[in-house]
């Protein structure tokens, strides 16, 4: 088990996908996925993921990371809870919504979250001198994953 994120690309929204094979079907559902309303067959949820597979060059995502195991999230929560201090830096989304558990599968962060996110893995960038080879490649993935999503309006899924 392991924990990945993604962030969906913009072509759907920007009209520059093939068309939809259910195009009085398709909707977004409530984190910005794309979706099918009614109460699709198995048949119709098929060729739904089919195309989102081949809609676009991206196939749907713009950017595709893998975070880490359970036990890495796990380190790098205990890492960011003794980099916090009072005063001091503060990771309220990065442990609240991010490294919080190890395996959040299908959850997400709303893109308009995404550039508080951004500062608080700027600020663990920041102090990279001590930082783990490893340590510093979860961060340096997680700030990709900002940009993306700052970048689209799209949200940080998991
Ligand atoms: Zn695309």
């Excluded at 949820?45 to 893998?66: M, T």
């Amino acid at each position: 088990m392991s924990l990945d994120a993604f962030v969906r690309c913009t072509c759907i929204r920007d009209g520059k996908a093939k068309p939809h094979p259910l195009p009085e079907r398709f909707m977004w559902d409530e984190s910005g996925s794309p979706s099918l309303s009614g109460d699709p067959t198995e048949d119709e949820w098929e060729a739904h993921d089919h195309w989102v597979q081949e809609s676009c060059e991206h196939e749907g995502y713009l950017i595709s990371e893998p975070l880490g195991n359970i036990t890495r999230i796990q380190h790098v929560r205990e890492f960011l809870r003794g980099l916090q201090g009072d005063p001091g830096p503060k990771f309220p989304i990065l442990l609240k919504k991010v490294v919080y558990d190890g395996t959040h599968t299908g959850d997400w962060l709303p893109a308009k979250e995404s550039p508080a996110l951004l500062r608080e893995v700027d600020l663990v960038l920041g102090s990279s001198d001590i930082l783990t080879e490893g340590e510093k490649e979860f961060f340096q993935t997680m700030k990709r994953l900002c940009e993306a999503s700052v970048a689209t309006g799209n949200p940080i899924m998991f």
